[in-house]
């Protein structure tokens, strides 16, 4: 069964920082893409930061030069780092796996973290 748990949420002052892990399990971690995606409230959710299995990243670009999304394949766990986060970057943020194999798509989701950035 695959699992993905975020942790790291919370509140903290816009301008300060935070950082959320993703930790998964029951998948082989090393083979998927994995992205950080958010949905602020009356809004769609929209994709944050993506890392492939080899470690490329990327960016919207609303958090460019703010956040850094990395990974540690030994401990299948996925980080976002937010720094000097405005009030607008409040909303649950959902981690994702993805990968294709054998031509079928792969997609898991986790239940989400709370950030609240107060202004």
């Known amino acids: 069964q695959v699992r993905l748990v975020e942790s790291g949420g919370g509140l903290v002052q816009a301008g300060g920082s935070l950082r959320l892990s993703c930790a998964a399990s029951?998948?082989?971690?090393?083979?998927?893409?994995m992205g950080w995606y958010r949905q602020a409230p009356g809004k769609e959710r929209e994709l944050v930061a993506i890392i492939s299995s080899g470690g490329s990243t990327n960016y919207a670009d609303s958090v460019k030069a703010r956040f850094t999304i990395s990974r540690d394949n030994a401990k299948n766990t996925v980080y976002l780092q937010m720094n000097s986060p405005k009030p607008e970057d409040t909303a649950v943020y959902y981690c994702?796996?993805?990968?294709?194999?054998?031509?079928?798509?792969?997609?898991?989701w986790g239940k989400g973290t709370l950030v609240t950035i107060s202004s």
């Open positions: 994702n796996g993805n990968r294709v194999l054998l031509s079928r798509t792969l997609d898991y």
């Open positions: 029951g998948l082989t971690f090393s083979s998927y893409a």
